[in-house]
């Protein structure tokens, strides 16, 4: 082995293989023939050979041509793989193979799995959320109330740690209700409230400045025929 041979190795470069690629070839249904016919194929175009046939991938496999043929045929008809074309300066038309719609499938498998991850932590979180109320109210929820709950977080859009506080003004104001909780979460919307911070500064506000008050015949009638005891928060 000579320095002149040793040079001409390094001369040659590397290939960059994404990671995400050798971890999820599998998922996104690449087998092993497949995946290293495409992996030739990248390290074809990165070395300025855009078209290498058959033959030329399989002397660097352990396939043969008519086999490396096929495996293409397959990857094209599957969208893992396109031939474009392209004119030159003398009109004369040139194929080159494009592996972007191997990269188009890998992000579009990568924003699926995080749609995923995301959903199942969603999904937790929300868990952890009908338990947090059992664990308040010391039984299990009715299903009135985990629909109440689910419409907090998917149709108000109540962030689930703003639900959290609101069921915390609850308990310190000893009304611990479903009604009297919407209502906290009705009033912290209308006034803007979005962080854990500004609930609890504005339920420290409200309590100092909430004053005994005689309330006239018509509410005490309305607090005496309600079973849910009298909302305050709404007294402004």
Same mark, same amino acid.
């Given at each position: 082995?000579?320095?002149?041979?040793?040079?001409?190795?390094?001369?040659?470069?590397?290939?960059?293989?994404?990671?995400?690629?050798?971890?999820?070839?599998?998922?996104?249904?690449?087998?092993?023939?497949?995946?290293?016919?495409?992996?030739?194929?990248?390290?074809?175009?990165?070395?300025?050979?855009?078209?290498?046939?058959?033959?030329?991938?399989?002397?660097?496999?352990?396939?043969?041509?008519?086999?490396?043929?096929?495996?293409?045929?397959?990857?094209?008809?599957?969208?893992?793989?396109?031939?474009?074309?392209?004119?030159?300066?003398?009109?004369?038309?040139?194929?080159?193979?494009? @592996?972007?719609?191997?990269?188009?499938?890998? $992000?579009? &498998?990568?924003? *699926?799995?995080?749609?995923? =991850? !995301?959903? %199942?932590?969603?999904?937790?979180?929300?868990?952890?959320?009908?338990?947090?109320?059992?664990?308040?109210?010391?039984?299990?929820?009715?299903?009135?109330?985990?629909?109440?709950?689910?419409?907090?977080?998917?149709?108000?859009?109540?962030?689930?740690?703003?639900?959290?506080?609101?069921?915390?003004?609850?308990?310190?104001?000893?009304? @611990?209700?479903?009604?009297?909780?919407?209502? $906290?979460? &009705?009033?912290? *919307?209308?006034?803007?409230? =979005? !962080?854990? %911070?500004?609930?609890?500064?504005?339920?420290?506000?409200?309590?100092?400045?909430?004053?005994?008050?005689?309330?006239?015949?018509?509410?005490?009638?309305?607090?005496?025929?309600?079973?849910?005891?009298?909302?305050?928060?709404?007294?402004?």
């Amino acid at each position: 082995m000579d320095k002149e041979n040793i040079i001409e190795w390094f001369e040659q470069g590397s290939v960059s293989i994404p990671k995400l690629l050798m971890n999820h070839y599998a998922q996104l249904g690449l087998n092993e023939i497949e995946f290293m016919t495409l992996m030739h194929i990248h390290a074809a175009l990165e070395g300025g050979n855009s078209f290498p046939t058959p033959v030329e991938l399989s002397s660097k496999m352990s396939i043969s041509s008519t086999a490396c043929m096929e495996t293409l045929r397959s990857l094209i008809q599957r969208g893992f793989l396109t031939i474009e074309q392209h004119h030159d300066q003398s009109s004369m038309i040139t194929e080159t193979y494009s @592996l972007k719609p191997l990269w188009e499938k890998l $992000i579009y &498998f990568m924003m *699926k799995e995080t749609q995923h =991850k !995301t959903a %199942e932590t969603q999904q937790q979180t929300e868990l952890d959320l009908y338990s947090i109320f059992e664990k308040e109210f010391g039984r299990p929820l009715s299903p009135f109330e985990c629909e109440t709950l689910t419409m907090w977080v998917d149709q108000d859009h109540h962030d689930i740690v703003i639900i959290k506080a609101a069921l915390r003004e609850a308990v310190m104001s000893g009304k @611990l209700n479903f009604r009297y909780i919407d209502r $906290i979460l &009705f009033e912290w *919307k209308k006034n803007g409230i =979005k !962080t854990i %911070e500004q609930a609890r500064s504005y339920g420290r506000k409200f309590r100092q400045h909430q004053q005994p008050q005689k309330k006239s015949s018509a509410v005490e009638k309305e607090a005496a025929n309600s079973s849910v005891p009298f909302f305050n928060w709404l007294e402004q």
